[in-house]
Every structure is written in structure tokens, then in C-alpha cells.
């Protein structure tokens, strides 16, 4: 990654850790800001594994990738961290497993349609007669796809963790 791309990635772990954390490091959300950032970091790392697998070159082009991915997967764990605390407010007496199958429910249609969108408008892109401006929509469709797939796996495996740990009002 380049020295640009990393500061980006250090500056959108500071921004996240400051507006989901609060002050009580018990109820703090660092952990999960920490945890969209690593799901970003594997979906690109997926998404242009396989692409490079199956022949797709990178390009100068592909380097402004990693701001797209940082933006949508900054966006999606926002909209389903928050809407887990919504749950939450609503509903504090419900069990976790009952609050995140409600959080994926509403939370989740909404991350569903921003990517699959996306892909689809990044799909089209790939039809284009220019081969670098083909392989970037290539490389974004597949990365946005992992990008999704590991906010509606791995991002709400820590948010339940991080949630039943918050619960029991402990540190680790």
C-alpha cells in the first residue's frame, strides 16, 4: 500500500475510533472501529487476490480504490452499528442474538442495496473499451462485493462479541 493510502487508513481509524468511542472504555466502540478497518484491509486484499488470480493487472488507476472501499465500508458498519444501537435503546431487555437479527433485518436491506448497486454500476463500467478504466470497474466490483460480505459476516460477529462483552461490563 502506498504511504498515502496508509495515512488515510491511520487518519480513518483515528476519525472512527473518536465518533464510535465514548469516553467509557467498557462501552466504547474502538474495538469495532478497529474491526470495519481490518474487514476493509481483507476485502481489498481479497478482492485484488482474486482478481490478480484471474488475470485482471493493476493499474495507476486502481490505486484510488482503497478511498472508495474505506468510504463504503466506513459508511456500512456506521449504518449497522447504529441501527444495533437503536435496537438497543428500544429494546435493552431483549437478548443480543435477538437485538443483531433485528439490526440485519432493517440495517442490513439497506447495506444490501448500496452494494449491490455499486457492483452493478461498477459491472457496467467494466464494458468500457478502455482497458485500465475495465480493469478498475472489474477490481471495484469484486472488492465492493468483499467488502460487503465481510461487513455482513465478520463485522457483526465482533459487534455481537463486542456487545455481550458490554453487557457483562468488562474489559476483554
Request: hydrophobic share 50%; glycine share 8%; with cysteine.
Amino acid at each position: 500500500l502506498s504511504p498515502v493510502c496508509l495515512g488515510s487508513l491511520r487518519r480513518a481509524a483515528s476519525i472512527n475510533a473518536e465518533y464510535m468511542g465514548r469516553r467509557d472504555e467498557v462501552f466504547s466502540a474502538r474495538s469495532l472501529a478497529g474491526a470495519i478497518l481490518l474487514t476493509i484491509i481483507l476485502s481489498a486484499m481479497a478482492g485484488l487476490g482474486f482478481c490478480w488470480h484471474i488475470g485482471i493487472l493493476w493499474n495507476p488507476l486502481v490505486s484510488t480504490l482503497y478511498f472508495l472501499l474505506l468510504g463504503l465500508g466506513v459508511d456500512d458498519g456506521f449504518i449497522i452499528h447504529g441501527e444495533f444501537m437503536n435496537q438497543s435503546r428500544e429494546h435493552p431487555d431483549k437478548p443480543v442474538s435477538w437485538r443483531i437479527s433485528q439490526t440485519c433485518r432493517r440495517a442490513g436491506v439497506s447495506v444490501l442495496v448500496t452494494s449491490f448497486t455499486d457492483i452493478c454500476a461498477f459491472g457496467v463500467g467494466a464494458s468500457s473499451s478502455l482497458p485500465a478504466l475495465q480493469a478498475f470497474c472489474i477490481l471495484a466490483a469484486v472488492t465492493v462485493f468483499f467488502v460487503w460480505l465481510y461487513n455482513v459476516t465478520s463485522f457483526l460477529a465482533v459487534l455481537t462479541l463486542d456487545a455481550r462483552r458490554s453487557e457483562l461490563n468488562t474489559l476483554a
